[in-house]
């Protein structure tokens, strides 16, 4: 028998919470039997809840909290007085060792400042990055920072670029994989400082990672890279654009079949095709936002998806501790660290 | 009879110029019967293509000039060796009112540094802005600045905010347009320093703008506002994350269809309704970047594009001078010197 593996859940983050959050479970055990749960919250509407989903009431213990995150609290005054929350003691039982990771679909900052605040940086880490998967032509990549940082420096950069270098060999097992910065051009002399003190140091030929150099926002979708590094503005607004123009092709294709009688019955004809197309895109799919540089597997699930969706957040939190990432980045930034080529240039000349 | 509206072109701009470019001017006239053109180029690949578009030879005064600035040339060496190219050239020629506007697919920082210098900016304008259209759920956007100036501070923000209103009134016909500034969160709180002293700003309720306030990536194509506003390198990046986004929906959709005998026979039943889609997303309908606040209408085609699209481009310029856009920006900016409600919060406290 293999052994569970034990999230912490924050059952009353996100719009439909809790409802939303336990079905979600439901649908991650029958993908995952080797689930278990840790949920937080309140035990007068989770309990009613459990009732309905005995597979998740045997494989779940739950500890009741009255107190909840609000979506709109800040991050600060929710780390001073969200001792209590649902959010904070899911995260402190990753740190005591009850879980082995966490979810959540509530207040991002406020997930983000707590996990911090609870669970550390992992050892060689200033600042944990968020980081998600994008579909692309090829297959699909990894993008960071997608809102953590607002502001970040090329040391930054090149951290979360070996994060998003282990990342990638763990989680999406590629061998070697690749790596470029986000720019407004190719061209080395193009962008401001932070990207090009970042890939004047990624360039370092002593550095085990396959640099790539500078992608622009087209390369997202074509897959030139396996990883795409981005200080947390940016990649921000490019996720969040990637989305709003999946809605708005999607949208128009449906308006286009539902215009005339041809295209309607063109697309029941083309339905199972329609179908596999409509599923690689599925918003759902992508859903689970990692936050990574932790001591501690941390995932924040968009506050607005159904189970389906919330089910794929956990299967996220699933897949990055069965895959050891975290044993991966502390091994490759402790030896980065001991080695010549460190990611310090200045190191080199001593 | 209406008085003709004569472009500069430079015909040595883009991957396969002067033909695109010469076919595009013959695309044009189709539409724009209106239109004459300065052309400028190497003479001996010019006129024999103008021999087969005869309707592009009777509009058409040749200029030769054997020089062309290439793509890879920085823009700072364009600007001093580049005297005589071709780009150049068409430049000069709306300086000296020979001609109302000015079309190249050429290399886009030496054009931006040509332009700027020839032309100069408008009054009241520090830097110029790289703006286009973007479809949107509702119709269509326009969003500056797009790659011309990578770092703004919330002055440039606020004078984009400014010729972009104006745009969205003279060239998208709107009463009242809405402006938004892109950020990563819609609340006052979030983003950096340049984007909340910006939003401060445009929040004074003397300025006759209407300002949305914080718009985010997925605000693009949900049409939220009419003008978005962000700084070069977040919108280049934006602007090409939604074509690479645009790109990978197409190209799988295609697959889809593809993919079997069912979805080959409903595609073609459905083929008029996915040919208006189509048609609605064609990039080369959006061709056609604008350089906003120089004193002459300044138009950049991509460099890849076909003769459809080229003509696009000059199309957009056409609509420009028609819609007298830059009057239009010069007597917005002399009103807000003069009346109370400056640009500058720190006039009114005298």
Known sequence: MTERVILSVDAMGGDDAPFVVIEGMDLALKRMPDLGFLLFGDESKILPLLGRFPRVKALTECRHTPDAVSNDEKAGAALRSGRNSSMRLAINAVASGESSGVVSAGNTGAL???????????????????????????????????????????????????????????????????????????????????????????SDTNLPI??????????????????????????????KTAEGTARLFSTSLRAAFKSSLLGKIGALVAMPALNKFRDRFDPRRYNGAMFLGLNGVCVKSHGGTDAFGFSCALQVAHKLIKDQLNEGIKADFARLNVEPSSLDPASQEE
Chains 1, 2 share one sequence.
Not at 224 to 239: E, P, Q, R, S, Y
Request: charged share 20%; aromatic share 8%; with cysteine.
């Open 210 to 239: 396959r640099f790539y150099g500078f992608v622009e926002g087209d390369d997202i979708g074509a897959g030139t890279v396996d990883v795409i590094v981005t200080d947390g503005f940016t990649g921000n607004v490019a996720l």
């Open 112 to 202: 983000m400042a707590m996990a911090k605040f609870v669970l550390k940086t992992l050892p060689g880490i200033d600042r944990p990055a968020i980081a998600t998967y994008f579909p692309t032509l090829r297959n699909e990549c990894v993008m960071l920072d997608l809102g953590a940082n607002i502001l970040c420096d090329a040391d930054n950069l090149v951290q979360f670029a070996v994060m998003g270098e282990v990342f990638a060999r763990h989680v999406l097992k590629l061998n070697q994989p690749t790596i470029g910065i986000l720019n407004v051009g190719s061209e080395d002399l193009k962008g401001h400082d932070s990207v090009k003190q970042a890939a004047a140091i990624l």
